[in-house]
């Protein structure tokens, strides 16, 4: 019997030279089947739709912004007004600081404290409206988006409709595959329809 330096024994690397192999196919094979995953089907035909251009391009999606910038706007005039009487008392509190007692000191910074509080949970609170409310449109424009590239899907016989922009994870598409001017056009048609 004879060992290499590792002291493992020579007949034993020819096999593992030959078994090991064997044996990766085998698993590789096993694994490509019991994974279910499949090759694309020949002849599929993908589009491509660019939300935020949608957004920007259509009349919908105009309205939708100016609505939430104009709830924002509401809710960004609470919270100033907030702030503006929070800085006029602290600004009463200095003034006061040396004409007022110990004890009158302490309730009027527990006051402070207080409005204080108050405020940072009125921001919370507005803060969460328009996250809210952000949230609320945007799935109703989304529906809307959806619906109408599903009936171009349908029209063009595409079997996949991807999204690209910022926020997207494709990093690349040829520009004939883009359906987002159809979608801008059709979307703009159906409001001219709408509005009397």
């Not at 926020?167 to 709408?194: A, R």
């Amino acid at each position: 019997m004879r060992y290499d330096r590792f002291g493992v024994f020579e007949s034993d690397i020819f096999l593992s030279h030959w078994i090991f192999p064997i044996f990766l196919l085998f698993i590789l094979g096993l694994g490509g089947c019991a994974s279910g995953v499949s090759e694309p089907p020949a002849g599929l035909i993908i589009g491509v739709v660019d939300p935020q251009r949608i957004l920007q391009d259509t009349v919908k999606g105009r309205r939708l912004s100016d609505n939430l910038n104009a709830f924002m706007k509401d809710r960004q005039a609470l919270i100033e007004l907030e702030q503006r009487e929070l800085r006029d008392l602290e600004e009463s509190l200095r003034a006061q600081m040396t004409v007022l007692s110990q004890s009158a000191k302490v309730l009027k910074e527990e006051q402070f404290r207080q409005k204080m509080g108050a405020y940072q949970q009125k921001v919370a609170e507005l803060n969460r409206e328009v996250q809210d409310r952000q949230r609320e449109l945007q799935n109703e424009f989304r529906r809307e988006v959806g619906e109408v590239v599903t009936q171009i899907a349908n029209e063009r016989n595409l079997g996949l409709v991807i999204e690209h922009g910022p926020s997207s994870g494709t990093l690349f598409h040829q520009e004939s595959w883009d359906i987002s001017k159809e979608v801008i056009q059709t979307m703009n048609q159906s409001e001219k329809v709408e509005i009397p």
